[in-house]
């Protein structure tokens, strides 16, 4: 039996933050005069804060001097900081906690790989930082998913080989991520858009232990 390593991705897997990010790239598209949906928003999910506000520009067809941008980036970072601040173990998805439980007693690896800065505060603010062996977020990472670095760094730091790894995402680039890592990808969400995942579940109430076992066992 080798060795294996289950990855979580934070935002839309584990905790749903993302309505917060929407909200904290709402504002600052409201400022530059850009109608900013929610269908925009989807373009976002798993991409870097300084992709992001590409993104949004390029919706906008906007230009700004980095400094403009930089501070941008900060006051999104802020208001997003301000909307997580009273996060406690009820933003915790349905399914997630009694997933990672029977992974640790089962004596599994677990990691987070995620693009976010704010990983540790908001495990911690969570209660579930201790079921992680390693956490990998955006502060540990140069390149942004569909690079598959921060699943690569997360199961080397777990000295397990990357066709060992098992990953959660909820993202088409999380789930590119993972494909080209030789990783195998469990889709969170809607079975259409991540259509590139091994396998797909609405959420983890959808995933079973016997499925989980399979993994372990291979």
Do not use: C
């Amino acid at each position: 039996m080798n060795k294996k390593a289950f990855i979580f991705d934070l935002d839309g897997v584990i905790v749903d933050t993302a309505r917060y990010h929407y909200l904290a790239w709402k504002k600052i598209a409201n400022q530059l005069g850009i109608d900013f949906t929610l269908d925009h928003n989807e373009l976002l999910k798993g991409v870097s804060r300084v992709r992001s506000l590409d993104i949004i520009l390029e919706i906008g067809k906007i230009d700004l001097i980095q400094e403009e941008k930089e501070q941008f980036l900060f006051q999104k970072n802020e208001d997003y900081l301000i909307y997580i601040t009273n996060m406690n173990e009820t933003e915790i998805l349905p399914g997630v906690h009694k997933t990672l439980q029977f992974l640790k007693e089962k004596k599994q690896l677990i990691a987070l790989g995620s693009a976010s800065k704010n990983a540790r505060p908001i495990l911690q603010k969570t209660g579930i930082i201790d079921y992680f062996d390693t956490i990998v977020d955006g502060n540990d990472v140069t390149n942004a998913k569909p690079d598959p670095e921060v699943f690569l760094i997360a199961a080397k730091s777990l000295n397990v080989l990357p066709e060992n790894a098992i990953v959660f995402e909820d993202s088409v680039a999380g789930i590119q991520a993972a494909n080209i890592a030789n990783m195998t990808s469990v889709g969170i969400g809607n079975a259409s858009v991540l259509k590139e995942a091994k396998y797909t579940f609405e959420d983890f109430t959808a995933i079973k232990n016997p499925f989980i076992e399979f993994f372990i066992s291979k």
